[in-house]
Structures are given as structure tokens and as C-alpha cells.
């Protein structure tokens, strides 16, 4: 099949901004190599007002805010939507965990349908085209298409423990019926850390620090300050850094705090790339309980732990991560039938 994967801001639709050398991988990212992977022939890049996506056999599509400063892809994404709507070849994705963001932007411009094409959008590309008057009543209706209308199927990228299904059905009831969820880990690039130097001053050998990335006003994180020393990344911390250097400063670190995020089970890299560097992962324990014991200990215990203790704890996540997630097949087998056409699923099922 020939396969599309786009959509409104740049880590959806720019392979680039999710490169493991230089950023941080996207789901956008994931979803087009596990597509590759299974055989299919995928171009994964910017949508475009003036394509009618007639050689694609599906066209994945990532939604954001549409009115959102980061969303300056939102005209391809409303001339790919209103070109493959009802065609059973069309899937929308989210990968931001606050996606009633995204149907509240749509509320706002179905309301208001000047805003599509008002003078501040002059930033987004190809708003020249979408500003022409037929196009602009054209790409209206794409926005009152997705605000009153059921979608096709909405793709959430959840870990195998998910338990915000409700949240999100709630947030977005135009796919209240079609909400998928996929784990998309096993396809996690390996990264090779040969020939990296320059690590952060600490770093250069095991260190009793451990990585964080978050504000210094995060609640979670400062009910772990008082016995632990950590170094954050992001926010008003550290520079946040691309995957490659942060698995580095993984494993050179005593481990990975991950403040929480909700809906528990929202897909992140975090988590693979601390197995990846073998070392402990701990994050608010009652988001991780479904992998098991070695996910809730909690870091003053870890730190307190003799080198054996600690390597046995480390064997533990690693071999509770390794059966939780599903294997490169079985998620492949996830894409095959959200591929089907929706049409043929219903024939097959009446």
C-alpha cells in the first residue's frame, strides 16, 4: 500500500524535527517506520492545499490545535481531510496528552469561521492559496466537518497499561466510537552512543544524580528533592537535548525520574530509553503498577541499594518492559487492520 503520514505541526509532518540524532522521536516518527517496516511504501511530510491524495491507499493525519501557533500546517491538513473523508481510507492522530485542545480550537473556528483565513494565519503555509475565497469556503467546511461530524478513527499512542480511554472519549466525542489506541515501542530506534562526547559536566562516570526532565516547580518532583539529587532537563532546567545525548546522560546517571502524565499510560520514549541504558526508571507508582513490582519501588529505596540490589532492580523493569510492550509484529498487526478500509470491515461484519 502507499501510505501518507502528515499533519499540522512540524514533529507530525516533518520527519527532520523528529530525527533520533537530533531531536526527540516522534510518534509521527514511529508510525511511518513500523509502516516501512511492514512492507508498505510510506512518505512522510507536509500535507498540501492543492493534492487531491489520489495515489495514497491511506493517509494518516496528526491533529493539533488548528489555530494553534505550532500548527502552521493547517491547511494541508483541512484540504487532506475534506479530500479523503468517507473514502474508509483515513485516520486522524493525536500526540499531545491534552487533546481538548484540539476540539476546542475547532469549537473556536467553527464559531467563528472567519478566523480559518484571518490575517494573523498569514504565517501558516500556503495561507495565500487558502485565503482565496473559494478555497477559503472550501477549508471551512473542513473545520465543520471535523467539529459536528463522527471521524473515521482516531489513533492515540498509549502504552499497554492505558487507562484513559474514558478522558479521551470524553475530549473528543466526534471519535468517541473509533478510538484506537497503539504502543508503538518495540519500534524505538537502538541508539549507538559511539564517538559522543561532550557530555554535561558529572557525567563523565556513574553519578548519584539522576535525570528529570521538568519544571523545578513540578509537585511530583519536589516530593523526591528532599533524598534525592536531580538534574533537570527542559523548562527552566538544562537545555532539553536530543535523544541521543539524553540516553547518554541516562547512562551515565543513577536513573530516570519521569514526572507523571495524564491520562495514566500516555505513550513516551522515556521509559524505553531507560531500558535501553539500563538503568532505573521510577515515575508516580501508581501509573506503572500493571508492569509489576520492579516499577514501584520508589527512589529513596533505589538509592539506598548496594550495586547488586540495583542490578537486580534494573533486570527486573527491563524484562517487565520487554513483556509488556507488544512485539514489532504484534503491532504490525494492529496497522493491518486499521489499514482495512472501514467499508470492507463493515461488509466482512454484516
Given at each position: 500500500?502507499?501510505?501518507?503520514?502528515?499533519?499540522?505541526?512540524?514533529?507530525?509532518?516533518?520527519?527532520?524535527?523528529?530525527?533520533?540524532?537530533?531531536k526527540?522521536?516522534?510518534?509521527?516518527?514511529?508510525?511511518?517506520?513500523?509502516?516501512?517496516?511492514?512492507?508498505?511504501?510510506?512518505?512522510?511530510?507536509?500535507?498540501?492545499?492543492?493534492?487531491?491524495?489520489?495515489?495514497?491507499?491511506?493517509?494518516?493525519?496528526?491533529?493539533?490545535?488548528?489555530?494553534?501557533?505550532?500548527?502552521?500546517?493547517?491547511?494541508?491538513?483541512?484540504?487532506?481531510?475534506?479530500?479523503?473523508?468517507?473514502?474508509?481510507?483515513?485516520?486522524?492522530?493525536?500526540?499531545?496528552?491534552?487533546?481538548?485542545?484540539?476540539?476546542?480550537?475547532?469549537?473556536?473556528?467553527?464559531?467563528?469561521?472567519?478566523?480559518?483565513?484571518?490575517?494573523?494565519?498569514?504565517?501558516?503555509?500556503?495561507?495565500?492559496?487558502?485565503?482565496?475565497?473559494?478555497?477559503?469556503?472550501w477549508?471551512?467546511?473542513?473545520?465543520?466537518?471535523?467539529?459536528?461530524?463522527?471521524?473515521?478513527?482516531?489513533?492515540?499512542?498509549?502504552?499497554?497499561?492505558?487507562?484513559?480511554?474514558?478522558?479521551?472519549?470524553?475530549?473528543?466525542?466526534?471519535?468517541?466510537?473509533?478510538?484506537?489506541?497503539?504502543?508503538?515501542?518495540?519500534?524505538?530506534?537502538?541508539?549507538?552512543?559511539?564517538?559522543?562526547?561532550?557530555?554535561?559536566?558529572?557525567?563523565?562516570?556513574?553519578?548519584?544524580?539522576?535525570?528529570?526532565?521538568?519544571?523545578?516547580?513540578?509537585?511530583?518532583?519536589?516530593?523526591?528533592?528532599?533524598?534525592?539529587?536531580?538534574?533537570?532537563?527542559?523548562?527552566?532546567?538544562?537545555?532539553?537535548?536530543?535523544?541521543?545525548?539524553?540516553?547518554?546522560?541516562?547512562?551515565?546517571?543513577?536513573?530516570?525520574l519521569?514526572?507523571?502524565?495524564?491520562?495514566?499510560?500516555?505513550?513516551?520514549?522515556?521509559?524505553?530509553?531507560?531500558?535501553?541504558?539500563?538503568?532505573?526508571?521510577?515515575?508516580?507508582?501508581?501509573?506503572?503498577?500493571?508492569?509489576?513490582?520492579?516499577?514501584?519501588?520508589?527512589?529513596?529505596?533505589?538509592?539506598?541499594m548496594?550495586v547488586?540490589?540495583?542490578?537486580?532492580?534494573?533486570?527486573?523493569?527491563?524484562?517487565?518492559?520487554?513483556?509488556?510492550?507488544?512485539?514489532?509484529e504484534?503491532a504490525?498487526?494492529?496497522?493491518?487492520?486499521?489499514?482495512?478500509?472501514?467499508?470492507?470491515?463493515?461488509?466482512?461484519?454484516?
Amino acid at each position: 500500500m502507499k501510505i501518507l503520514v502528515t499533519g499540522a505541526t512540524s514533529r507530525q509532518a516533518n520527519p527532520d524535527a523528529s530525527n533520533v540524532g537530533k531531536k526527540e522521536v516522534a510518534f509521527a516518527w514511529l508510525l511511518a517506520e513500523a509502516l516501512r517496516q511492514a512492507g508498505h511504501e510510506v512518505e512522510h511530510r507536509n500535507p498540501s492545499v492543492v493534492e487531491t491524495y489520489e495515489e495514497f491507499d491511506h493517509v494518516f493525519i496528526g491533529l493539533a490545535p488548528l489555530h494553534g501557533l505550532g500548527s502552521n500546517r493547517m491547511y494541508g491538513v483541512l484540504a487532506a481531510t475534506l479530500r479523503k473523508w468517507g473514502s474508509g481510507q483515513l485516520s486522524f492522530f493525536v500526540d499531545d496528552p491534552d487533546v481538548g485542545k484540539v476540539t476546542g480550537g475547532l469549537r473556536t473556528m467553527a464559531t467563528e469561521p472567519h478566523r480559518v483565513v484571518k490575517p494573523f494565519f498569514a504565517y501558516k503555509l500556503e495561507y495565500e492559496v487558502a485565503s482565496q475565497p473559494a478555497v477559503a469556503a472550501w477549508l471551512q467546511e473542513g473545520v465543520k466537518i471535523l467539529h459536528e461530524q463522527q471521524w473515521p478513527r482516531l489513533i492515540v499512542p498509549a502504552h499497554q497499561w492505558f487507562t484513559g480511554l474514558d478522558v479521551i472519549q470524553k475530549k473528543v466525542p466526534q471519535a468517541a466510537h473509533s478510538i484506537t489506541t497503539l504502543d508503538l515501542s518495540a519500534f524505538l530506534p537502538t541508539i549507538d552512543l559511539e564517538g559522543l562526547d561532550g557530555y554535561p559536566d558529572g557525567y563523565d562516570q556513574p553519578h548519584r544524580r539522576w535525570i528529570c526532565e521538568a519544571a523545578p516547580d513540578n509537585k511530583w518532583l519536589r516530593q523526591q528533592q528532599p533524598i534525592i539529587d536531580v538534574f533537570r532537563i527542559g523548562k527552566d532546567g538544562e537545555k532539553k537535548h536530543p535523544d541521543r545525548r539524553l540516553l547518554a546522560m541516562y547512562k551515565t546517571s543513577w536513573g530516570v525520574l519521569q514526572p507523571p502524565v495524564e491520562p495514566i499510560g500516555w505513550w513516551n520514549s522515556r521509559i524505553g530509553y531507560a531500558r535501553q541504558a539500563l538503568v532505573p526508571y521510577v515515575t508516580r507508582w501508581q501509573d506503572v503498577k500493571a508492569l509489576g513490582d520492579a516499577y514501584t519501588v520508589l527512589p529513596h529505596t533505589i538509592a539506598e541499594m548496594d550495586v547488586d540490589g540495583r542490578q537486580v532492580l534494573i533486570t527486573d523493569q527491563a524484562e517487565a518492559y520487554d513483556h509488556a510492550i507488544p512485539s514489532k509484529e504484534l503491532a504490525s498487526s494492529y496497522l493491518a487492520e486499521i489499514l482495512t478500509p472501514m467499508h470492507a470491515v463493515e461488509e466482512a461484519t454484516a
